[in-house]
């Protein structure tokens, strides 16, 4: 079999390491915001207590972050295999054992990486048309999809310094009519990946709310003006169940608190965002009662975690583990409004967690037992 032959110019090493360079950001953005987000949702014993509560959107920037650069890297990879793809090609396809392993590296790289922003993409439009669990196995895929960044960086690291700049002379080594062709393509992939983060970084970044055209959400589109990630019904929580809710505080010194006793104690009013994990957030105004009122009166020891549950069935996010930082915090409400108004049943009637710089599905809706640890 003969290897065809490539008409087109851009296939070098240079249109590489252009694009290479900003795909290598993105996926660096991506993969420290996806860190974060993973160690605020899932924190290890050691340090559950002490999570940052500041800046109250400190969430809402990294997981948008992490979404946009992750819905960009997918336009980048896919313009940095078109520049590379012809070196499937390359005959004999193994020259030694070196060579052999440098290939390994690469399919490694593009494979991880492949499977990783689409399976992230799919994500945040809740599609999961596969049989393994998302959660852990994007998690673990972050850290294949940089280890191999890194290892072909190293790899590359000749090429990639000798195309660095314009002005380097491998770079001006190449044939100049490729220079005006190569820019037109690099602005054509700047172009497409500004057109896909305009379109869909408004569900997050509310100044450009008027152009999430593409976003899976609009910050604004839900009832009380609020999106709804799972609603009451996806949650199994029917309105007949509510009828004789009470919230119980299990600690010390346990009580149980009827809706008209619950809403009869001291209220705070706070202006915090929910960010999904799926990169859709908003801010808005929630009054309620302060958990760590709600733990004292229970006879908390200062510095007391808690454990949340909520009514619903059954369920990933039934019950939540809620560090000292986040229950001592004078904004961690028990909220029982949403803009001035009684909570709608699918933003959690009749009680919600809302707490300063979370990740959304922590903010447990629908909740009915809170538990000192
Ligand atoms: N009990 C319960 N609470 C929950 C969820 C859930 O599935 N069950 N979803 C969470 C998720 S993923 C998000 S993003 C927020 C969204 O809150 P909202 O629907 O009021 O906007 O609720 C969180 N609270
Ligand atoms: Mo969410």
């Known amino acids: 079999m003969r290897p065809p032959t490539f008409a087109g110019q851009l296939h070098d090493a240079r249109t590489a390491t252009a694009v290479g360079r900003w795909l290598g950001a993105a996926f660096a953005v991506c993969f420290v915001t996806g860190l974060i987000s993973h160690y605020l949702q899932h924190p290890p014993a050691w340090i559950a207590d002490d999570l940052p509560t500041r800046p109250v959107w400190g969430y809402r920037l990294t997981q948008g972050l992490h979404v946009g650069t992750g ?6 990879l896919l313009a940095k295999l078109w520049t590379v793809y012809p070196r499937l ?3 004999p396809p193994v020259r030694g054992f070196r060579h052999a392993l440098e290939r390994i590296s690469v399919a490694l790289l593009v494979a991880s990486a492949v499977l990783q922003v689409f399976t992230g993409l799919l ?5 999961y048309p596969w049989p393994f669990g998302f959660i852990q196995t994007h998690f673990a895929l972050g850290w294949v999809v940089i280890g191999s960044i890194l290892l072909h960086i190293a790899v590359k690291a000749p090429d990639i310094r000798a195309h660095w700049r314009l002005s380097s002379p491998a770079t001006l080594a190449l044939p100049a009519e490729d220079a005006t062709d190569r820019r037109s393509l690099l602005l ?3 172009a497409a990946v500004g057109a896909v983060t305009l379109t869909t970084v408004g569900q997050s970044f509310t100044p450009l709310k008027v152009t999430d055209v593409l976003g899976p ?7 009380m003006g609020l999106p709804v990630n799972r609603t009451a019904a996806a949650a199994g929580v029917r309105p007949d169940r509510l009828r004789d809710w009470r919230l119980e505080v ?17 209220r705070h009013t706070a202006r915090l965002p929910i960010a999904c994990v799926e990169g859709w957030s908003q801010e808005a105004q929630w009054s309620g009662v302060r958990v760590r009122d709600l733990l004292a009166r229970a006879g908390a020891p200062p510095g007391a975690a808690l454990r949340v549950t909520s009514l619903e069935v059954s369920g990933s996010y039934r019950v939540m583990e809620m560090g000292r930082e986040y229950a001592e915090d004078p904004l961690t409400l028990l909220a029982l409004e949403l803009g001035g108004q009684v909570l709608s049943l699918d933003h959690g009637y009749p009680a919600r967690i809302i707490a300063p710089n979370r990740p959304g599905v922590l903010q447990t809706k629908w909740v009915t037992l809170l538990e000192v640890l």
């Open 71 to 76: 819905l960009a890297a997918i336009v980048l």
């Open 89 to 91: 090609y390359v005959w």
């Open 123 to 127: 994500n945040i439009v809740q599609w």
């Open 188 to 190: 054509g992939i700047g």
């Open 217 to 223: 959400r609009h910050p604004d589109h839900g009832p």
């Open 250 to 266: 299990r600690g010390p010194t346990p009580y149980t608190l009827t809706l008209p006793e619950l809403r009869a104690l001291p």
